[in-house]
Structures are given as structure tokens and as C-alpha cells.
């Protein structure tokens, strides 16, 4: 049984920072990789960020240059630092993990969002 639990979402002003945090607790065979989504009103789910137990990341178009995401694997432990936020950054944002695909098939697995609103 595995539960994901983010942290750090809430109301900023266009151009303010926000940290999210998400922490899992249950039993892994192995983590392949962390990334955070965030789904928009009335768009649907994307990708935000993505980083590997051996610290590649991938980003986002649109989150380049100021979002950074970090992870601490032992800990089961990701964060995404959210710097210059814009108004279209407001969303709800799930973190995510992928197991290895071995000794079985990958799973993923998701936490139950945190809200971040950008307005002034």
C-alpha cells in the first residue's frame, strides 16, 4: 500500500515563489522516477517535471528556467520550487511515482493534488 501526500500549494501573487512537497509512505521495490503534473480548469493533465533516481530532470515548456524539481529517493521525497509564477501556472498539482519495471511491471502511483493559485 502506497500513499503520496503534497504539501506547499496556496494563493501568490504573479511573480511570487511557492515550494510543493510531496512525501510517500509505503513499500517500493524500486523508484524509476518522481515528476509533478498539474491539471488547469478545463485543460487536461500534463506533465510539469520529471526527474530520475540519478537526477536527469525534464521540464515543461512553459516551466523552463523557473520551475526546479529535486527529490531525495530514500526518503521518498520530491519538492518542485516554483519561482515567477504566473497567472497560467494556476492549477492543481499532483506528484507522481514510477517504480522500476522490474522484478515487476511499473505502477504509478499519485497523490490527491494541492491547489496553487497565481492572481493578484
Known amino acids: 500500500q502506497v500513499q503520496l501526500v503534497e504539501s506547499g500549494g496556496g494563493l501568490v501573487q504573479p511573480g511570487g515563489s511557492l515550494r510543493l512537497s510531496c512525501v510517500a509512505h509505503?513499500?517500493?521495490?524500486?523508484?524509476?522516477?518522481m515528476a509533478w503534473y498539474r491539471q488547469a480548469p478545463g485543460e487536461q493533465r500534463e506533465l510539469v517535471a520529471h526527474i530520475t533516481t540519478n537526477g536527469n530532470t525534464t521540464y515543461a515548456d512553459s516551466v523552463k528556467g523557473r520551475f526546479i524539481i529535486s527529490r531525495n529517493i530514500a526518503r521518498y521525497t520530491a519538492w518542485l520550487q516554483m519561482n515567477s509564477l504566473k497567472p497560467e501556472d494556476t492549477a492543481v498539482y499532483y506528484c507522481n511515482i514510477r517504480t522500476d519495471p522490474w522484478p515487476v511491471p511499473a505502477q504509478d502511483y499519485w497523490g490527491p493534488g494541492t491547489q496553487v493559485t497565481v492572481s493578484s
Open positions: 509505503g513499500n517500493f521495490v524500486s523508484i524509476n522516477a
